[in-house]
């Protein structure tokens, strides 16, 4: 990657104004248009990053279908190809089945003919290193229609949901491959949201769902489907949403598929046995873009849960620039058992990221 890669636990978790990201924000290399709009009445499907993985894909799509949600209520969060092996075949399926789709880094990078993914991940990292190989499977697998597609994809989905209006994006409103986790400070949240002009964001580029409410508006991450949450389980996540007379039910649903195959692929591509593994233990590679938080969190098993979130009201003469945000975490429970699974060949510093960065400290609430 090029030397101004800007570490994420650094620079990008405080405004992202380095020269990386500056090649990364909205529309860069990309034609302006219009931002779609989509009016849903009806439970809506929301996941991220399918991530070349076709089994997962297949069964996330299944799912809908048995759930009775057509294509025009699925929405996936962007980065359709990464670790897997099935890059062309779940491209082909996505655009098959799901009615929307925002663009992710890696679409971003793969119709751009970049050399690399655009993740983000700090220079010299292990991530960096293992998405080297996958990524270069990914755009031998793209032929000119699948890259015309990505680039045509855009960078954001406007919808309104039970009267609520919201905004879907891959990582940050400006910056692709912005890190927005749990635990990312809350003025960051609120200066993404306040950007929007809408009453939440829909969000994904981290890997790991959450729903929070800040100030009354919502940040909700569905999670990805192509790689387990890294909780220890070889689960993968999505969400649905619900549309209730006084605001949305948002469920956290967790889904079962043929992780064994999706692996003996990643082995029969010579990809990264380290991702092959990563699908069976549900533990990611390494943990190098964690915030400390997220870091302890690492092993500890997510459960399903539903989160309601009420339709916020209308301040009528009040700034929310002169309100002190407050965060409150809907899902998962902030107080479920936190119990460490540290292990040091993947963990090298639980203070510092592979950068010799420090970890971003948990900021919600504060």
């Known amino acids: ?91 082909d399926l996505v655009r098959d089945r799901v009615g929307h789709v925002v663009m992710g880094n890696c679409e971003q990078s793969l119709a751009a ?20 190989a996958w990524f270069a499977h990914a755009s031998r697998e793209m032929n000119a229609d699948a890259r015309a597609w990505m680039a045509d994809l855009p960078r954001r989905i406007n919808l309104e949901v039970g009267g609520c209006r919201l905004t879907v994006i891959h990582g940050g409103v400006d910056i692709i491959n912005r890190f927005i986790f749990a635990s990312t400070a809350t003025a960051i949240k609120v200066g993404e949201i306040r950007k929007t002009g809408v009453n939440g964001i829909i969000g994904g580029h981290c890997g790991l769902p959450f729903t929070q409410v800040i100030n009354g508006q919502l940040w909700h991450n569905a999670g990805v489907i192509g790689m387990p949450s890294n909780d220890g389980t070889p689960r993968v996540w999505f969400s649905l949403l619900r549309p209730e007379a006084d605001g949305i039910a948002i469920e956290h649903r967790q889904l079962d598929y043929d992780y064994a195959t999706a692996a003996a692929k990643i082995r029969g591509a010579r990809l990264p046995e380290e991702y092959a593994v990563s ?37 009528e ?50």
């Open 113 to 132: 003919g970049s050399d690399n993914c655009g993740c983000g991940f700090p220079t010299g990292s292990s991530c960096e290193r293992l998405s080297a």
């Open 279 to 315: 699908l069976e233990t549900g533990l990611w590679p390494t943990c190098d873009v964690l915030p400390l938080n997220e870091f302890h969190e690492r092993g500890v098993a997510l459960e399903p849960g539903v989160a309601f979130w009420s339709r916020p009201p209308q301040l």
């Open 1 to 91: 990657m090029p030397a101004d890669v800007c570490p994420p636990a650094r620079r990008c978790a405080i405004g992202g104004s380095c020269g990386y990201h500056a090649k990364h924000r909205a529309g860069e290399g990309f034609m302006s248009r219009p931002i779609p709009f989509l009016r849903v009445d009806k439970p809506l499907m929301v996941f991220g990053g399918p991530y070349s993985n076709l089994e997962a894909t297949r069964a996330v799509l299944d799912e809908a279908a048995r759930l009775l949600i057509s294509a025009d209520r699925i929405i996936c969060t962007g980065d359709v190809v990464a670790y897997g092996a099935d890059a062309a075949a779940t491209v």
């Open 317 to 366: 003469g009040t700034s929310l620039r002169k309100r002190l945000p407050v965060c409150t975490q809907l899902w998962p429970r902030s107080d479920r058992d936190i119990v460490p699974r540290l292990e040091s060949q993947n963990l090298k510093d639980p203070n510092f990221t592979a950068t010799g960065q420090p970890r971003q400290r948990p900021r919600c609430g504060n």
